[in-house]
């Protein structure tokens, strides 16, 4: 099993940026596809990016394509989001989450978003002012 903690959300301006942790512990890393997805206040949860377990394939939402980057550093047992132009409709708890089963691009089209994913996060809040 992975444990996965989430850190770095906050409070920013639109426009801002801010990049995201996700640190895992209690499993190799490496073994594990990432993915993060996000829930807005009375919304449902959706997608955000997957990432493979070398971190050389990627899989973006729309709404985040060109904004976000999803990183990984496995020697620290970490996956990152850079969010950058963040914009108001991005406030949202973003969750890590981790599969040993699911591909990158599976994950992509889960439905309901995350529905599979065998580990998660917390979550962390990232709140984008207008």
């Known amino acids: 099993q992975v444990q996965l903690v989430e850190s770095g959300g906050g409070l920013v301006q639109a426009g801002g940026s801010l990049r995201l942790s996700c640190a895992a512990s209690?499993?190799?890393?490496?073994?594990?596809?990432m993915g993060w997805f996000r829930q807005a206040p009375g919304k449902e949860r959706e997608f955000v990016v997957s990432l493979s377990r070398v971190g050389i394939t990627t899989y973006y939402a729309d709404a985040v394509k060109g904004r976000f980057t999803i990183s990984r550093d496995n020697a620290k047992n970490t996956v990152y989001l850079q969010m950058n132009s963040l914009k108001p409709e991005d406030t949202a708890v973003y969750y890590c989450?981790?599969?040993?089963?699911?591909?990158?691009?599976?994950?992509?089209?889960?439905?309901?978003?995350?529905?599979?994913?065998?580990?998660w996060g917390k979550g962390t809040l990232v709140t984008v002012s207008s």
């Open positions: 209690g499993d190799t890393f490496s073994n594990y596809r």
């Open positions: 989450a981790a599969s040993q089963i699911l591909s990158a691009r599976s994950m992509s089209t889960l439905s309901p978003a995350g529905n599979g994913m065998e580990y």
